[in-house]
């Protein structure tokens, strides 16, 4: 069983950055790739990003690229979401999830482990 635990979720202006952090805890963890999602108020949760634990390949939604950074720090099993230029759009409680085996990176399917969400606010 693997445990996610995010933070710095917050409230930011319009063109501010927000790190978001998720660490992974467990027994005998084994991790193939991790990812981000978010959900708006009224929308289905969607894929943000992902990483490939094995080599640190990224992923990204289109309307985040060039703003959003996904890094992983394999000695602590933490990863990190570093958002730039954030914009109103961007505002939804974000959400770590991890996967055991490899399978698709954009769908929640494809993931095992969730963690409680963060709520991120940008007001314009």
């Known amino acids: 069983q693997v445990q996610l635990v995010e933070s710095g979720g917050g409230l930011v202006q319009a063109g501010g950055s927000l790190r978001l952090s998720c660490a992974a805890s467990?027994?005998?963890?084994?991790?193939?790739?991790m990812g981000w999602f978010r959900q708006a108020p009224g929308k289905e949760r969607e894929f943000v990003a992902a990483i490939i634990w094995s080599g640190g390949s990224t992923y990204y939604l289109d309307s985040v690229k060039g703003r959003f950074t996904f890094s992983r720090d394999t000695a602590t099993n933490t990863v990190y979401l570093q958002m730039n230029t954030l914009k109103p759009d961007d505002t939804a409680v974000y959400y770590c999830?991890?996967?055991?085996?490899?399978?698709?990176?954009?769908?929640?399917?494809?993931?095992?482990?969730w963690g409680q969400g963060t709520q991120v606010t940008v007001s314009s």
């Open positions: 999830a991890a996967a055991r085996r490899p399978f698709i990176l954009t769908v929640r399917q494809g993931y095992d482990y």
């Open positions: 467990g027994r005998s963890i084994s991790i193939n790739h």
